[in-house]
């Protein structure tokens, strides 16, 4: 369903970027770039005393002609970014939120990795998010 | 493209190549690679090859869905069979042999196809379930003593092929096969004896000797006959592979007698079971792991942390995305902890990764951390996967079989289904073990959760008995009821007078709502006996009794918060909502000097309450109340009352020692609620001085509730305190108005103050049965506290 996911970093490098191979990467590359503007900016409105309420799924942060970009960030700053495409209508939005929420979850497996460094380009999501991608077939 | 029918045995053998070439678990989508290399298997031209998948659609689909993949193995048969290829052949040609596959590698796999193709036939025999992984490890039986082996280029031709997917390919191969094996240990005909120990050393020993590629050693081809692998591992030194692979020479010891013993356990345990999981655990190296582990953590049962794990295992100088791996693999509840089991699976990964191994993509059954203990750990040879079917789901705490579910579904799926369903089931299990406590919570609230008695404004009979019956169906349905009932018992035992009857007479209350702001007072006492019910509904949840609610005084307590100074100062006899909890003065009490003067007006009181009683059957143990309240309604219509010493004497009598001399004003005092103190002080000593004859049959009635709540509860405090309130709801009562001349007037206004009193009373009641059922339970659980350490002090 999605056709890229990404993983970006509080400092706003990716962690993990994936894309169904058939497409151009780097359109996707560039999508997911320019949706961080979008993640800053919806994570700015929120407003500092909202912090602790905000929540983490940020919803569709854009969408294009063909694609739909969505937004996840965790409470320490890490983005997902997923992108799916337009018309696959039926995704719903708590499908997007389930998606979500796994990739939150691999990530804090990942994370609970001591041979992981924070920072360090994430090696083993490519299971779960192949899972997640394999399915536009 | 036609319909495809299939036979049994083809119907099964073809669903299990296609979940062997569905590595990715898509059910729908098998990756071209992995079919490519079973076409290759196919031992067929290329060019066939390319018709087949031509006319199974799949190269116009760019994909093998299942049914193309069914087709294109029908093809190879056809092909295999020596029929010309074609869209009709699939189905016109009858008793078509499986198709198959076979790696071209070895003689022993060629011999095996063999005897498979000739078991093909016949129905049940699905053997060579999973063609040899094509391209694997059998190039390692290049030194295996067996001539005819295909040489090893063609091995090392595909290795080039192989390696490119090999970390997807080989893991799944294995389990998935051993799997099978596992699953189907009795199977022989459908599961090939793997012989897994013969080609898994033996290749094992390849890959010592001389194979650099890391291919999956362990990917059994297609088994040869056991005995035959096994000859074929004689030939090979044994120890020296065995050697290598111990984990002995991995890490820092390299005992030879670990070795020896090794080397004799596991070439014992080859020959009793044909079905070893290649990722079993040997006793010695589970002895050897568990050293390790305490050399890290000396508690067996606890954890190594993932700092401390991490340190360890990069002594081993593997990769660290290869020990983030093995860590991935191994941290099965994904705690950043290791526990002994995690531990030895790490470890054993480790030592597997050291030998060659490609790690698998998934934990294999038996390195499943197992709920079992340490004790059984030996167990963990015995059977193949049987184990680790028993032990790995169970372990997950209930809290982490939901989140099993997404860890799970990132692995192949058809590694996962077996173990999915067992996972399930024993989280299911274990879920309800450990849910049994907080099973009986949810279920005590609903119980607990008593449909509030509706409250009408208006009386009428039917809305009484609706009351009544609501009520005590809602008794029923709590466990409450019983405590509800006993205030009923209790009253009907001892003749309590109303004010104790009235815990349970919502109706009564109803019954009183005639008058107007009565209102409030059944929904207070509604609300006091919901209260009640409910407090005591979720009691009984409590392993711990609750503390009884902080009641210094009940009474005081509750009737604080219905404003008692409202009551007190509207204490003309004006019945407003919330005042309820008043005790309105206590309308004299009738004297019986006094019987022939309120003569008059009791028939109309006694008819009127006696009416309401009537009207609901329940009612009727407390329809002496109804004739004690009368009487003093009565009394208090004749303003009949008591001198003022009778109060004082009475009190005394009644209340206990604590009672100081002047009763009135300890009971006041005794009161919690400073405010009902100060203002029952207040209007007490006023009341008291203004006159007697209201007083005198207030005291009265008060001793005679006094003595009856004595006699039924056994707290002092509370009877003072509920004496003290009784004494404010009766010193209010001097203020009915005396005058004779007003008789309809003052007795509806006592008749209200009645209510007034008794719902406070009631209010009262139901507060102090539930403190005595708090006190109950809190002896109920020191009773069992005491039993739980009865038996350990025999210790």
Known sequence: MAVCIAVIAKENYPLYIRSTPTENELKFHYMVHTSLDVVDEKISAMGKALVDQRELYLGLLYPTEDYKVYGYVTNSKVKFVMVVDSSNTALRDNEIRSMFRKLHNSYTDVMCNPFYNPGDRIQAFDNMVTSMMIQVC | ?795
């Open chain 2, 1 to 795: 493209m036609e319909g495809l029918t299939l036979s049994d045995a083809e119907q099964k053998y073809y669903s299990d190549l296609f979940s062997y070439c569905d590595i990715e678990s898509t059910k729908k989508v098998v990756v071209n690679g992995r079919v490519l290399e079973l076409f290759r298997a196919a031992q067929l031209p290329n060019d066939v090859v390319l018709q087949i998948m031509e006319l199974c659609g799949a190269t116009r689909l760019g994909y093998f869905g299942r049914s193309q993949f069914y087709i294109a193995l029908k093809l190879v048969a056809v092909a295999q069979s020596g029929f010309p290829l074609r869209v009709e052949s699939i189905n016109t040609v009858k008793d078509l042999p499986l198709p198959r596959f076979v790696a071209s590698k070895n003689e022993q796999e060629s011999r095996h196809a063999a005897s498979y193709s000739s078991d093909s036939e016949n129905q049940g025999s699905y053997s060579g379930v999973i063609p040899p992984p094509p391209g694997r490890g059998q190039v390692k039986k290049g030194s295996v003593s067996h001539d005819t082996v295909q040489p090893r280029t063609s091995a090392d031709a595909q290795e080039p092929a192989s390696p490119v997917v090999s970390p997807q390919q080989s893991p799944p191969t294995s389990p998935h096969t051993w799997r099978k094996h596992s699953r189907h240990p009795s199977g022989g005909n459908s599961e090939r004896p793997l012989a897994g120990p013969g080609p898994f050393w033996s290749p094992f020993g390849e890959a010592q000797s001389g194979s650099s590629a890391g291919d999956a050693v362990w990917s059994g081809h297609s088994p040869p006959p056991p005995q035959e692998n096994w000859v074929s591992f004689a030939d090979t030194p044994p120890t020296s592979t065995l050697l290598t692979m111990h984990p002995a020479s991995v890490q820092d010891q390299t005992t030879v007698r670990t070795v020896a013993s090794a080397t004799t356990a596991i070439e014992i345990r080859r020959q009793s079971s044909s079905y070893d999981d290649p990722w079993k655990i040997t006793d010695e190296q589970r002895q050897y792991y568990v050293n390790q582990f305490k050399t890290i953590q000396p508690d067996l049962n606890g954890f190594i942390p993932g700092s401390a794990a991490k340190e360890f295992f990069t002594k081993s100088k593997l990769p660290i995305l290869e020990l983030s791996h093995i860590w991935e693999l191994s941290d099965f509840d994904k705690d950043g902890a290791l526990t002994l089991d995690e531990f030895c699976a790490a470890f054993h990964l480790v030592v597997a990764r050291k030998n060659g191994y490609d790690l698998p993509e998934k934990l294999p059954e038996s390195l499943m951390p197992k709920l079992i203990d340490l004790e059984d750990s030996a167990d963990v040879g015995d059977q193949p996967g049987e184990v680790g079917y028993s032990g790995s789901p169970a372990e997950a705490p209930p809290s982490k079989s939901p989140s099993m579910p997404s860890l799970n579904q990132t692995w192949p799926e058809l590694n996962q289904s077996s173990e999915w369903e067992t996972f399930s089931e024993r989280s299911s299990s274990s879920q309800t073990l450990t849910q049994f406590d907080s099973n009986i919570a949810p279920a005590d609230p609903d119980t607990a959760i008593v449909h509030p008695v509706p409250i009408r404004m208006t009386p009428s009979k039917i809305h009484m008995q609706e009351m009544e019956l609501k009520r005590t169906g809602s008794d029923h349905t709590n466990p409450t009821s019983p405590l509800l009932v006993k205030p009923s018992d209790l009253l009907e035992e001892n003749k309590i007078n109303s004010s104790v009857k009235f815990a349970s007479g919502n109706t009564v209350a109803d019954g009183y709502s005639s008058s107007d702001s009565f209102t409030s007072d059944p929904e207070q006492i509604g609300s006091n006996v919901t209260r009640q019910r409910s407090h005591s509904g979720t009691s009984p949840d409590n392993t711990a009794p609750p503390p009884p609610p902080p009641r210094p005084q009940p009474s005081h307590s509750r009737s604080s918060s219905l404003d008692m100074n409202r009551t007190f100062t509207v204490t003309t006899g004006q019945q407003q909502a919330g005042v309820v909890a008043h005790p309105p003065a206590v309308p004299p009490r009738p004297q019986p000097s006094q019987a022939p003067g309120p003569a008059v007006h009791r028939p109309v009181d006694a008819d009127g309450l006696i009416t309401h009683t009537s009207t609901s059957p329940q009612q009727i143990p407390e329809q002496p109340n109804f004739a004690d309240f009368s009487q003093f309604e009565v009394f208090a219509a004749s303003n009949v009352n008591d001198e003022q010493d009778d109060e004082a004497e009475k009190h005394p009598e009644v209340l206990p020692a604590e009672k100081a001399s002047d009763p009135a004003s300890s009971l006041r005092v005794a009161k919690t609620d400073s405010k009902t103190e100060e203002k029952t002080a207040a209007s007490a000593p006023a009341n008291v001085s203004k006159g007697t004859t209201p007083l005198a049959p207030p005291p009265k009635p008060v001793r005679r509730r006094l003595k009856s709540e004595d006699e039924l509860r056994p707290e002092v405090d509370e009877h003072t305190q509920k004496t003290g309130v009784l004494a404010a709801v009766l010193a209010s009562q001097p203020s009915i108005p005396r005058s004779v001349g007003k008789d309809k007037k003052a007795i509806q206004a006592s008749i209200r103050r009645n209510k007034e009193t008794n719902t406070v009373l009631a209010r009262l009641n139901s507060e102090l049965q539930q403190q005595l059922k708090d006190v109950l339970e809190e002896r109920i659980s020191l009773e069992v506290q005491l039993e739980q350490l009865r038996p350990f002090s025999h210790l």
